[in-house]
């Protein structure tokens, strides 16, 4: 990939907590316009890895450059979000906007139609008015994708936006993802699940904080670097 065509580089990427080194030296690209999967066994580094390009962990080496010069979207999971917030789906949804307008300005029209149709796309609009304390996860989890569309930012950035969702919920998160990169947001999204990450244009696999393969799926989830990134012998 040229670097015209990636949306983010890294190089030599360092990053940590406190002392504690868990990212060391990740050079890689994520293609503009594209979804990219970030992928590997629990504490490979994945959030992490987002948190860095998402500019919330600072690097203690290495490089992050952005191509793109707004602010990327950043979907949490849904257990990082208090269940004690008083807002509803709806006004959840509509913070979207705030980087735009301003936590004090009223909304557009505009911003309300684009509000109504990120909750239509993540098929919230019958639950719109409920609080986000009253939810189940995966209810919650969609209220906070459709928060991500909704700053149409042209990056948006999620981490395990499916976990623990039933497949109409995941087949919803999908579909929502996949038409935001057909509109040319790069959408990177960290995930367990190899049957999405298959899915995907591009992946990034880690283990132990180090890039173990990036490229298309069928170039970087072989048996092998499976295997290999989840530390378990190879199954035929
Ligand atoms: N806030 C934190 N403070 C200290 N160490 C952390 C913190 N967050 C993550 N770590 C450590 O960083 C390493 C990478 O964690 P990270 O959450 O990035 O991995 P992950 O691949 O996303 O894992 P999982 O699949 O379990 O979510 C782990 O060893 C973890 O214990």
């Known amino acids: 990939m040229s670097e015209n065509t990636a949306a983010i580089t890294l190089r030599e990427v360092h990053a940590g907590y406190g002392h504690r080194e868990v990212l060391h030296g990740i050079t890689a690209e994520v293609p503009d316009g594209r979804l990219t999967a970030v992928v590997g066994a629990n504490g490979a580094g994945k959030s992490s890895l987002l948190n860095v390009i998402a500019g919330v962990l600072p690097t203690s080496a290495g490089s992050v450059t952005r191509r793109g010069q707004d602010r990327p979207a950043y979907v949490t999971q849904h257990s990082e979000v208090s269940d004690a917030l008083p807002v509803t789906v709806r006004a959840t949804v509509a913070m979207g906007r705030w980087a735009h307008r301003g936590p004090w300005r009223r909304l557009t029209k505009k911003d309300r139609a684009l509000v109504e149709d990120c909750l239509e796309r993540l098929d919230i609009t019958s639950i719109a008015d409920r ?21 149409q930012s042209g990056l948006l950035l999620l981490d395990e936006p499916a976990a623990g969702l039933d497949l109409r919920a995941r087949t919803l998160i999908d579909e929502a993802l996949n038409a935001a990169r057909d509109d040319g947001v790069t959408v990177l999204r960290v995930t367990h699940d190899l049957a999405v990450a298959d899915q995907a244009e591009h992946c990034l696999l880690l283990r132990d904080g180090q890039l173990v393969a990036e490229g298309p799926p069928a170039s970087v989830l072989t048996p092998e670097q499976v295997a290999e990134a989840w530390g378990v012998p190879t199954v035929r």
Do not use: E, I, M, P
């Open 131 to 151: 609080r986000l304390g009253t939810l189940s996860g995966g209810q919650r989890q969609r209220t906070l994708v459709a928060q991500g569309l909704a700053q």
